[in-house]
């Protein structure tokens, strides 16, 4: 049978460069990943141990059909034949039993270490800062916590089990082969490498077709995605772009053709090659046990047992001599899960956290500078003070800096110098599920999950009821829209929200986080896809919500602007300007320029 995709890394006799890169950007002691078995140890010694019995006890078959050949049958001992018979079944029941309890306990092992690997990691990733995922591909992500985790379960199923079973295996039939005859024992010792070589050639080979037909396989996977996802249907249809993507799928199925053809082949030619060995070396064993001169007076049942035990000698020995090609590709398996793993927390949850006072609001930046990375500064030395239920407006134009300010409010990053203090709590020293509940952000990239409308909402508050969901989308406008639907409050959104146009998203966005009821509201462009008549009709249910609270609103529209406390103008990540809408003005100065050139486009 071909080997199933995906196998030929282990069987193509050399490790895949890509794994060699991995533990060389990324080198994991093996002491490391032995702590993650440490608490399994009793277990996996367990697992050993039947591994070892299970080979030695399949060993005896040929013992045991060389005695019905030599003795049973020609005396026609019914007596002993049968007891032959039965120790053949028993050894054939007994290894099947221990398989089964070997691989599961096992897999348990696997299933375990895996399952503490996968949450640490999600845990460990849920801590760090928006500009790790900004950063880093979505598919990356996935890829180590389903894939490579996921993964593990065959190095303990597989490639573990696999060098105990093979050296066990391996070791006991040479010592069998030697006892049953050395001359033919001798004999295989010659013929099995040039065998062994001729096939790991073979296998090298297709391991270079497969790599290449992968490699095309991910790119059709690629142009899937793209093509056919919602976000890339919508793109093809407003861009015209359908031909040129059928076109390209083409191409590339055109090739795949050719490679996966190439593939079967050089499957078949592996698949020929053992066929051909496997003949081949019982027939020399056959022909040295007929010669006078190499059969040392052999039986014929000793020569069926040596022929029985010669072949379950190829399949482990193949596997030892790619026993560096697995530790390989399991050690890389280890380095991409550790690689995430070592990422530093750069929003690391306080080691003491501290209470922020039951009541409050107040928000106060004190000489605030961020930068991401190595890059400029983003904002210089802001100071700024928000009174608890007084609403500041933040504007200026592109990359001025607005965002990123109103971001560190909810520790979405960490100030690189200064401080961002709410009720005059440093929010570093804040736990983020306390500060969560405080401050509430809506931005204007809604995101919505796949599910129920009640769900998205219940996200922001488990414990939420129906009647205080249904007072949240009353205040946010969209309570009636909802009703409409024909399953309400259990309408499922769709991917990403798509069943909703931007308004609708929007206005559920900012249901979810007044569910919270947080003192502090954040609003990132929060009615930027909102039409005029809705954005009127969302902003008078914010203003009237607004009351009592502190409200930091990124604006880009002078209605929003004018009725703030206090706008902040930004220019070039410094706050410029600072006043109410009308002192502003008077000014002459960069908010006035701001205001004449329409602030609702330069501002955005």
């Known amino acids: 049978m071909d080997d199933p995709t995906g196998s030929y890394r282990s069987r193509s006799g050399r490790p895949d460069p890509a794994d060699r890169r991995q533990l060389a950007d990324h080198p994991v002691p093996l002491s490391r990943v032995a702590r993650l078995f440490a608490p399994h140890r009793g277990t996996l010694t367990i697992v050993v141990a039947l591994i070892v019995v299970s080979s030695l006890i399949g060993l005896a078959q040929p013992f045991l059909v060389r005695r019905v050949i030599d003795e049973a049958l020609p005396r026609q001992d019914v007596r002993l034949l049968v007891v032959l018979v039965l120790a ?17 306990l096992a897999t348990s092992v696997g299933q375990r270490v895996m399952h503490r690997l996968r949450s640490d990691l999600f845990a460990h990733l849920q ?3 928006l500009g790790f995922f900004t950063r880093t591909r979505g598919g990356d992500v996935q890829s180590r916590l389903i894939n490579d985790i996921g993964s593990m379960q065959g190095v303990v199923t597989s490639t573990a089990t696999s060098i105990a079973a093979n050296v066990t295996v391996v070791a006991g039939t040479a010592v069998a082969m030697v006892a049953l005859s050395w001359r033919l024992a001798l004999l295989s010792l010659v013929v099995l490498p040039p065998a062994v070589l001729l096939t790991r050639q073979v296998a090298r080979m297709r391991h270079a077709i497969t790599a290449q037909r992968q490699r095309r396989l991910a790119d059709l996977h690629v142009q899937i995605e793209e093509g056919l996802s919602v976000s890339g249907v919508l793109l093809t249809k407003t861009l015209g772009a359908g031909t040129a993507l059928s076109t390209r799928f083409e191409e590339t199925s055109a090739d795949l053709v050719g490679l996966e053809i190439r593939s079967r082949l050089a499957g078949r030619w592996r698949m020929a090659t053992m066929s051909v060995v496997f003949a081949a070396v019982p027939a020399a064993i ?44 399991s050690m890389a398996l280890f380095s991409r899960i550790f690689e995430y793993a070592d990422l530093p927390v750069d929003l690391a949850e306080p080691t003491a956290p501290v209470p922020l006072p039951a009541s409050g609001g107040e928000v106060r930046f004190e000489h605030v500078g961020f930068a ?3 890059e400029s500064p983003v904002l210089h030395d802001i100071d700024l003070v928000v009174p608890a239920g007084s609403s500041l407006a933040l504007v200026g134009e592109t990359g001025s800096g607005k965002s990123t300010l109103a971001g560190l409010v909810a520790r979405l990053h960490d100030a690189t110098s200064g401080r961002v203090l709410v009720d005059g709590v440093d929010v570093r020293d804040v736990a ?21 409308i009640r769900a998205n909402l219940r996200h922001a508050r488990p414990e939420a009821t129906d009647a205080e969901i249904e007072q949240a989308c009353r205040s946010a406008r969209i309570h009636d829209l909802v009703t409409s639907l024909p399953d ?17 998203k929007q206005r559920l966005a900012i249901a979810r986080t007044l569910l919270r009821d947080p003192a502090v509201l954040v609003l990132d462009e929060a009615t930027s896809a909102l039409d005029n008549e809705t954005e009127r009709a969302v902003q008078e249910s914010l203003d009237a919500l607004a009351r009592g609270r502190t409200t930091i609103t990124v604006a880009h529209r002078l209605s929003t602007v004018r009725e703030a406390d206090r706008i902040a103008v930004l220019s070039g990540g410094r706050v410029v300007e600072l006043g109410t809408h009308e002192e502003l003005l008077l000014r002459g100065g960069h908010y006035a320029t701001l205001v004449r050139g329409g602030l609702e486009d330069v501002a955005a």
């Open 88 to 104: 053949m079944l028993g050894v054939a029941v007994s290894t099947a039993v221990i398989g089964v309890v070997q691989t599961w």
């Open 127 to 129: 801590r760090q800062s």
């Open 286 to 329: 056959y022909l040295a046990a007929g010669l006078p001169a190499t059969s040392g007076g052999m039986t014929i049942g000793t020569l069926v047992a040596f022929v029985a035990l010669q072949g379950t000698l190829f399949r482990p020995l193949m596997g030892l001599l790619n026993l560096g090609v697995d530790i390989t590709s």
């Open 372 to 374: 991401y990375g190595s």
């Open 432 to 452: 983020a599920t306390d500060l969560a509940s405080r401050v509430g952000m809506v931005t204007q990239e809604t995101y919505l999950m796949h599910t129920t």
């Open 488 to 504: 309400g409050y259990d309408t499922v959104v769709g991917s990403r929200g798509h069943r909703f146009s931007g308004g609708e």
